[in-house]
């Protein structure tokens, strides 16, 4: 998992959990060329929660399923959350 404040982490927590979208910046630590996602490379990332699954969306159209916030801060050092603007 990427170092984190408690806060942050409890941010992302909440937004997962009540399926409030958001954009961030963040690096990919996972395996090199897992889902085409490069390690150590910074994305610009859309992600919402869906009833089974997080969903984290690159801008060239790469996406992931993640089980829990957990499993994608394995994968993902987060920074700069946005939320969305939602209509």
Sequence with gaps: MSFMTEKEYN??????SRKIPFKCVAIFTGTDGSLDFRNGQQYNLYVEHNNEHILIKARNAKFCL?????ALLRNWEIKNIEDVNTI
């Design 11 to 16: 941010n992302i927590c909440r937004k997962v």
């Design 66 to 70: 993640y089980s829990s916030v957990d």
